[in-house]
């Protein structure tokens, strides 16, 4: 089992510029989360989804979006790329049941220049 | 409000000696309490959990953790310390409502392991 697989794991946007942080686990999992990671801050959830074909927001959803089209696939979306947005971004899965731990991918950091 | 407070940012040990990273909360109900380890360029990785039982709970790497009640801490402990424990580790406490089942996570805390 590859776990929860982020791709890429570095990118440097633009200002303005738009682009989608993939998340996918082979697990099985109902629920998946978005974090981002900032010095200092521990992590902060973006958004989640407990099952395919729903999303719900976190504490720091704003110029985000998110879809859960499968079980499998949890992409994370910036339209239009600012500054406060470079971070690390972390995706995480647990199964359905009590109090099982979240499994992390490996992250991406993001960069807005 | 459901929170999570890690009052160190930084504990420094030397190797060998026993180690205790602290962590406080603040839930309604049960608490569901966990400690994840991160490395370099890594994602968190589970450590140990406390759901209920005893109030010693043994992890990964020879990691325990002491839930106490009263004092509404879950401080993380290892007997002797490793130069290879340097990291950063983070407490959480989970919350269930409704539909949702999310972690909330403390600013974590570095641990740095000196030889």
């Known amino acids: 089992n590859a776990g929860v697989t982020q791709t890429p794991k570095f990118r440097i946007l633009k200002i303005g510029q738009s682009m989608t942080l993939q998340c996918t686990q082979d697990?099985?999992?109902?629920?998946m989360y978005w974090y981002r990671q900032d010095p200092g801050m521990g992590l902060k959830l973006i958004y989640y989804s407990v099952g395919a074909g729903i999303t719900d927001k976190g504490e720091v959803p704003n110029g985000y979006n998110v879809s859960r089209s499968t079980t499998e696939d949890f992409p994370l979306r910036l339209e239009l790329a600012a500054p406060s947005q470079t971070s690390v971004y972390f995706c995480?899965?647990?199964?359905?049941?009590?109090?099982?731990?979240?499994?992390f991918g490996d992250g991406t950091r993001l960069s807005i220049l | 409000a459901q929170s999570v407070a890690q009052p160190e940012d930084q504990v420094n040990v030397a190797e060998g000696n026993p180690l205790t990273v602290k962590c406080t909360y603040s839930?309604?109900?049960?608490?569901?309490l966990f400690w994840y380890v991160q490395y370099p360029n890594r994602g968190l990785q589970f450590l140990l959990k406390y759901i209920t039982g005893d109030n010693l709970v043994k992890g990964s790497y020879g990691f325990e953790a002491e839930f106490n009640k009263s004092q509404t801490s879950f401080h993380l402990k290892k007997p002797s310390a490793l130069v290879s424990d340097s990291a950063l580790y983070f407490c959480a406490v989970r919350v269930s409502l409704y539909n949702t089942d999310k972690l909330i996570f403390g600013t974590g805390t570095r641990l740095q392991v000196f030889p």
């Open positions: 995480a899965s647990i199964p359905r049941g009590d109090n099982q731990p979240q499994h």
């Open positions: 697990m099985n999992h109902n629920y």
């Open positions: 839930v309604s109900g049960n608490p569901y």
